[in-house]
């Protein structure tokens, strides 16, 4: 147990096994406290997550390369970053939808689902008994071929959900933009570290240091090596916990 931004936090190292025979396939996860209830973060793959609190399942992201849905709980909230493939997948979504479920996304992927529950950057919603508030995610930096950013400003989101006395930030495909030194307290950060898209090690540390969370999880991190993250965050940010999952 260790003490954020005035709140104690558990997290517990698990991991869980779903689907049966040949099939099953293992996650990690991490179980926090947050005052009230435990919530469990299970981490997919790449910039997939699912959160379960109380009775609520929240997926974020959901890409049926990076998990085998049929195995997974259906969704009461759906989280979307934005409408890059590895980020949206309409079948996946459709798959974990039921009457009651919530999408939440940018209006680009409202867009391409024909459905959803559009939030654009700066506004706020209470969801599956959690606050949602949507936040800036682009590139500053990094262009493609034709020089356009990877990610326009204002076409993604990324979110802070606030779930009992935790404050977590959600990047989505970002780099260290000065948004980030506006987004108050956060106790639990997942920040994107991949070249050409999202940022460098340099920029994550740099990007830490506006959002000051007391736990980074490195996520979408591809090809890039997390030891050169973890070296520089020793020394630049050395009273930050970062924990390295599962998250190419």
Do not use: W
């Not at 970053?81 to 997948?89: C, E, I």
């Not at 606050?131 to 020089?147: C, F």
């Not at 989101?157 to 930030?169: K, S």
């Amino acid at each position: 147990m260790r003490r954020i931004n005035g709140f104690f936090i558990t997290i517990f190292a698990l991991a869980v096994v779903m689907g049966c025979n040949e099939d099953h396939q293992t996650f990690e996860v991490d179980r926090i406290a947050t005052g009230t209830g435990e919530l469990d973060i299970t981490f997919l793959g790449h910039g997939t997550l699912m959160f379960s609190v109380d009775d609520n399942i929240l997926h974020i992201d959901p890409v049926a390369r990076y998990a085998d849905y049929t195995q997974l709980p259906q969704a009461n909230l759906i989280l979307i970053t934005h409408s890059h493939g590895d980020h949206l997948d309409s079948n996946t979504v459709r798959l974990l939808e039921n009457p009651d479920t919530r999408i939440v996304c940018p209006q680009t992927v409202a867009d391409i689902l024909g459905r959803g529950t559009v939030m654009e950057n700066g506004d706020t919603l209470t969801l599956a008994g959690m606050e949602v508030v949507a936040v800036p995610a682009y590139n500053l930096k990094h262009k493609r071929p034709d020089g356009q950013f990877y990610h326009p400003k204002g076409e993604g989101n990324g979110y802070i959900l606030t779930v009992g006395n935790q404050r977590i930030y959600i990047a989505g495909d970002t780099e260290n933009i000065p948004e980030m030194a506006d987004l108050g307290r956060v106790d639990i950060a997942f920040l994107p570290m991949n070249l050409p898209y999202t940022m460098t090690p340099e920029m994550v540390v740099d990007a830490v240091k506006m959002v000051k969370p007391a736990v980074l999880y490195p996520y979408h991190y591809g090809d890039t090596n997390v030891d050169d993250l973890l070296k520089l965050m020793k020394v630049e940010a050395p009273g930050i916990e970062v924990r390295v999952r599962q998250l190419q």
